[in-house]
C-alpha cells in the first residue's frame, strides 16, 4: 500500500500534473562541497592536481522504484601553466520512468588578483539526453495518444561560472550550469494536458571558510543557495570538522528540507571517501526513509608536488 502511494504521488506530479510546469529543479547533493564542478565550472582546476570525483545518491528510499536516483562521475586538471583547466563530468538522475544523462564539458582560466587570492573564469558545454518510458507507468487508459510513444530527447546548453579562492582558506563561487531554458513534453494543442514543461536556469551561490582551532583540527563551515523561477529558495548550510588531517565529521541543514550527518575518511592523500544521511523534515518524511549519499575522490599527486596534504575545499 505505502508503495502504491508512493508511485502514484511521484507519477501524478511527472505527469499528469503537467500544466506549464515550470522550474524543474536540477540535481541536488548533500555533500556539494567536494563535488562542485557539476554546478560550476570555473572550479576546474583549482584543486592544482588532476582530480576524479564519483558520487552516487539515493533519495528518499521507501519510494521503491520512485525514488530519485542520482550518479556523477567528474573530472578535472590543469594545464599548461596551470592557468588554463579542463574539466568533464557525466550526470545521471533518475526519477521513475524519466531518466536524464548531462554530458558536460568545462573550461577555466585563473586570473591572480592578489598576492594570495586567485579568480577563475569558466564555461561549460552540455549535452543532455531525456528520456520517459510511459510503459514504466500503470495507465488507466491505454489508449490515451499521449503516452503511446515515449520521449526522447537531445538538447545541447551553455553555462558559465566564477570561482574566487584567498589562499587555502576562503572560497566563493556563482554560477549558470544551463543558461537556456529547456522545454519538454510538446503534446498537440488539442490535449487535455498543458502542452510543455519548461526548466529555467538554476542560479548558484556557494561559499566556505577554513578555520583552524588547533593543531589537528580544522572547521569548515559552508553554503550553498539556489534561485530558480517559480519555485522556492534553497538554502544549504553546512558544517564540517577535520580532525588529524584523516577524519571529517559534519552535519548539514536544507532550508524547510533535511537534516544532514556527514562522515569522511582521508584514507591516504590522494584517496577519500565520504557519506551522507539526509533525514527529512518536511511533510515527506513520512513516506521516506531518509536519503543516502557516498562519494569517492582520487587524486594524482605526484612526488615533486608542493601539495603535502589535500586542500580541505
Request: glycine share 6%.
Amino acid at each position: 500500500m505505502k508503495n502504491n502511494i508512493n508511485k502514484f504521488a511521484v507519477y501524478l506530479v511527472l505527469f499528469l500534473g503537467i500544466t506549464t510546469l515550470s522550474a524543474q529543479q536540477d540535481a541536488q547533493y548533500t555533500q556539494y562541497m567536494y563535488n562542485p564542478l557539476t554546478i560550476n565550472p570555473a572550479y576546474a582546476g583549482s584543486r592544482d592536481v588532476l582530480s576524479i570525483v564519483g558520487l552516487y545518491r539515493n533519495q528518499w528510499t521507501g519510494f521503491s522504484d520512485a525514488a530519485p536516483k542520482t550518479a556523477t562521475l567528474t573530472l578535472h586538471s590543469p594545464i599548461g601553466n596551470k592557468k588554463l583547466a579542463l574539466g568533464f563530468s557525466v550526470i545521471n538522475d533518475q526519477i521513475g520512468p524519466q531518466d536524464e544523462t548531462y554530458f558536460n564539458i568545462d573550461v577555466s582560466y585563473a586570473i591572480p588578483v592578489s598576492e594570495l587570492g586567485k579568480l577563475r573564469f569558466g564555461i561549460k558545454g552540455v549535452g543532455r539526453l531525456f528520456n520517459v518510458d510511459y510503459d514504466a507507468i500503470n495507465l488507466a487508459d491505454f489508449s490515451d495518444p499521449q503516452f503511446q510513444q515515449g520521449v526522447n530527447e537531445f538538447t545541447p546548453n551553455v553555462g558559465a561560472g566564477l570561482f574566487y579562492t584567498y589562499s587555502d582558506r576562503i572560497y566563493l563561487g556563482l554560477s549558470v550550469p544551463n543558461l537556456l531554458q529547456t522545454k519538454h513534453y510538446d503534446f498537440s494543442d488539442e490535449s487535455i494536458l498543458t502542452s510543455e514543461a519548461v526548466e529555467d536556469p538554476n542560479f548558484y551561490l556557494t561559499a566556505g571558510c577554513v578555520f583552524n582551532l588547533a593543531r589537528n583540527l580544522k572547521l569548515k563551515p559552508a553554503l550553498m543557495s539556489k534561485i530558480v523561477r517559480g519555485a522556492p529558495f534553497q538554502l544549504d548550510a553546512s558544517a564540517n570538522f577535520l580532525i588529524h588531517d584523516k577524519f571529517i565529521l559534519g552535519a548539514a541543514y536544507r532550508l524547510d528540507a533535511a537534516m544532514s550527518a556527514m562522515v569522511g575518511f582521508q584514507i591516504t592523500p590522494s584517496f577519500l571517501l565520504g557519506m551522507a544521511y539526509d533525514r527529512d523534515t518536511s511533510d515527506i518524511v513520512d513516506y521516506n526513509d531518509g536519503s543516502f549519499e557516498i562519494f569517492a575522490r582520487f587524486e594524482l599527486i605526484q612526488k615533486y608536488s608542493k601539495v603535502v596534504m589535500p586542500r580541505f575545499f
